[in-house]
């Protein structure tokens, strides 16, 4: 009898478990990010502004009462090590969510085994387009732009500014990232401007300390354009080394990247060139400058790191606000106290959310709408270093390919009436 | 491929092998006297460039002019010769000079990670840039393509100067015939009164300085950040390897030919610009085991 009461009871509570889960002591959630090797210039920022981000909502309360705490796990160490880490943190720490990666290596190798794993991932900053038109995940998600919006950007900005230059010349980084970005750009160059001549392809290794061959032979090409999709160490090392032999003088660089390396450059990014920044990224976002949580947040990481925040902040921002949001959304959708996994994946459907730049929102596919901001660089003296002018934020709507298209396939069938069909707003700073 | 562009890839060239010669000749003259393959040599080469970067930073906020920053060069390759060559010899490698090479070969290597870390621990994992000493001295222009006096001029003159003094130093000097004797056969020097100890601690403190100048001498021209050390040391082994373990002519023969090979490649095909060092290593380590001006050995054991 006593048995059957139990039994009882417990089918009874049965629904009400299925339908929530139990409110955990702190949301635990893990993020991969570079705290070694050279894409440290991009992670060692975006873990100190997660943990700004983190801190901040905990001292208000967290999400319905419960704090959050971050693991972080270092992509530096290689992929044996990364994904072991992420099995660990997944299953052994218990947490929650996911948010990997920056390397598209890794987001490539991370993507389906958070889908074995079942654990929600956010791909917070990785660019390849490929993940969500060559596979289809229930778990994963990416609360950013990709390599196809940003290079369409980059061309778009081109074209709408130079209008007229004729020749161009490409120095890239020699891995996954600089020969893709490069295949974009060109495609969509052959497309929508047919006339444009290649004259010169340099793909430098990855990490290179010096490019004073590149540079003469480039000298000696005089191309219109220059393009570098490079960045960090690489980028600033090919930008110094091309103004100090005066190459910026003559041709005009396109550095869709650029953004994240404005403030370590210095007075040797010249006024006149192209600069991106991977999504509406920038300490001076038009949009977004006067706003309270945009400049509340500019002074608390200016006071925890003396430094101007680059694009992998925002895109952690991102991240972080679409995991709030959906733990919100899911919440206040279902009435309930915590959100199962069913739930959360449901919110994350079609999400609306906004870290410090625009509002972005989740397509069906799982991939992110992202505004891209392009500028031209200036030298106004307000800062010891080059801000924008000029600057056009492009709807991220209008630069991803339909949902089930590849971007290639999509580049092809474009022409020169694409920039004018771009929804672009314009500021002068 | 016409006169000019042979010209310029000729400039390139030389330029890009002075500064490799610079830090491979450090390596070479370890080798070539201590029998020791010293890994560390690139976290040296880095550690001068992080040190040179510091100290110019320093300086100019003080208000010095940037000429100042090439005696900072000398002051940093100084410093980190003394400061850290000197008690890796003495610390550590005094006590590995009769075990096998391979062991040898992982103590240099644990070293250079140990000193990777210490970067990151000192200097973080931003890149810095100080350009002061290359602006110092302007620029020049041949067939209309600009170049930096600093490198074009300067270094080369700087790794000829270096070659010409480190032959005259081994060979007319009583310090150098110390070393030369003591590398012919450390047994017999000892035992005509030659402190091969002392020997060995002033060849590695010169060798290590050579990275730290090594470094020094880069760092206006590129980076600063974590991992140059390592593809220097790869790159630098390249060259010691092609001219014979210890041949200080035959590296900068090596150094030159590697400087060209690249820089040709990036006029007439861009794409195995990456792979031309490793490939006339590869070539002339199959023809000549050795080396260039190697001579074989038997072997140890």
């Known amino acids: ?429 | 491929m016409n006169l000019t562009i042979f010209l310029l890839a000729l400039f390139d060239g030389i330029s890009y092998a002075a500064l490799v010669f610079i830090v491979a000749l450090g390596l070479t003259l370890i080798f070539g006297v201590m029998r020791i393959l010293n890994v560390a040599h690139g976290s040296l080469y880095a550690i001068g460039a992080y040190a040179t970067v510091s100290l110019t930073g320093f300086f100019l906020a003080l208000g010095f002019a940037p000429v100042f920053a090439f005696p900072l060069m000398l002051v940093s390759a100084v410093l980190v010769g003394v400061l850290l060559g000197g008690p890796i010899e003495w610390l550590l490698l005094r006590r590995i000079y009769d075990k096998p090479e391979v062991l040898q070969l992982l103590v240099t290597f644990a070293v250079f990670m140990i000193l990777e870390d210490v970067q990151r621990l000192v200097w973080g994992t931003q890149p810095y840039f100080q350009a002061s000493a290359l602006q110092a001295l302007g620029n020049v222009t041949i067939f209309g393509v600009t170049y930096t006096v600093y490198q074009l001029i300067l270094l080369p003159l700087v790794a000829i100067a270096l070659l010409i003094g480190l032959r005259f130093f081994l060979r007319h000097t009583v310090i150098g015939k110390l070393i030369l004797a003591t590398t012919e056969d450390r047994e017999a020097a000892q035992s005509i009164g030659i402190d091969a100890d002392r020997v060995f601690l002033f060849t590695f403190v010169v060798g290590a300085v050579l990275a730290g100048l090594g470094g020094a001498l880069a760092s206006p021209t590129t980076s600063i950040l974590p991992g140059m050390g390592a593809d220097m040391i790869v790159l630098s082994f390249a060259v010691v390897a092609t001219a014979g373990l210890g041949q200080i002519g035959g590296a900068a023969i090596a150094a030159l030919m590697i400087g060209l090979g690249r820089s040709f490649a990036v006029y007439v095909w861009p794409e195995v610009a990456v792979l031309v060092p490793y490939l006339i290593m590869v070539l002339v380590l199959l023809v000549r085991p050795e080396g260039l001006f190697g001579s074989p050995v038997a072997r140890k054991i």
Request: aromatic share 10%; charged share 20%.
């Open chain 1, 1 to 429: 009898m006593k048995k059957l009461l139990t039994t009882s009871a417990l089918l009874a509570a049965l629904p009400l478990t299925a339908m929530a889960a139990d409110k955990p002591a702190a949301l635990k959630i893990g993020m991969t990010t570079f705290l070694t090797g050279p894409a440290s210039v991009f992670g060692v920022p975006a873990r100190d502004a997660m943990d700004i981000f983190v801190a901040n909502l905990n001292a208000e309360g967290g999400i319905n009462g419960v704090p959050i705490e971050v693991t972080y796990i270092d992509e530096g160490a290689g992929a044996e090590a990364l994904t072991s880490e992420f099995r660990r943190v997944a299953q052994t720490e218990g947490a929650e969510v996911m948010l990997a990666s920056i390397s598209s290596g890794n987001c490539q190798t991370l993507a389906p085994l958070a889908e074995d794993l079942k654990v929600p991932n956010l791909m917070w900053d990785c660019g390849t387009q490929r993940i969500f038109e060559e596979h289809s995940y229930d778990y994963v998600f990416r609360p950013q732009g990709n390599a196809t919006s940003e290079m369409l950007a980059a061309v778009a900005y081109l074209l709408k500014t130079h209008p007229d230059f004729e020749t161009i010349a490409v120095v890239n980084q020699d891995y996954a990232w600089g020969r893709d970005s490069w295949d974009i750009f060109h495609t969509a160059l052959e497309a929508m401007k047919p006339g444009v001549k290649v004259v010169g392809e340099f793909f430098p290794k990855f990490g290179a300390p010096d490019f004073s061959t590149e540079i003469s032979r480039l000298q000696a090409l005089r191309p219109d354009v220059v393009l570098s999709t490079s960045w960090g160490g690489d980028l600033d090392t090919f930008v110094q080394q091309a103004f100090q032999r005066g190459l910026m003088n003559t041709s005009t660089f396109v550095l869709p990247l650029a953004e994240s390396s404005l403030e370590r450059l210095g007075s040797s990014l010249p006024a006149g060139h192209v600069v991106g920044a991977r999504g509406d990224h920038y300490f001076l976002h038009p949009e977004r400058r006067d706003d309270p949580d945009f400049k509340g947040f500019m002074e608390q990481y200016k006071e925890a790191t003396g430094d101007i925040p680059v694009y992998s902040v925002f895109h952690a921002s991102q991240a972080f606000a679409a995991l709030k949001t959906a733990y919100e959304k899911a919440i206040a959708d279902n009435g309930v106290d915590w959100p199962d996994e069913d739930q959360l994946l449901a919110a994350l459907d079609g999400l609306e959310f906004q870290g410090l730049g625009r509002t972005l929102h989740l397509r069906e596919d799982h991939q992110g709408v992202e505004s891209q901001l392009m500028g031209t660089s200036a030298q106004t003296g307000e800062y010891p270093f080059a801000t924008l002018e000029n600057i056009m934020i492009f709807d991220g709507e209008g630069l991803l390919p339909p949902v089930g298209e590849t971007s290639t396939d999509w580049i092809k069938g474009l022409d020169a009436s694409f920039v004018d069909g771009l929804a672009v707003e314009t500021y002068d700073n």
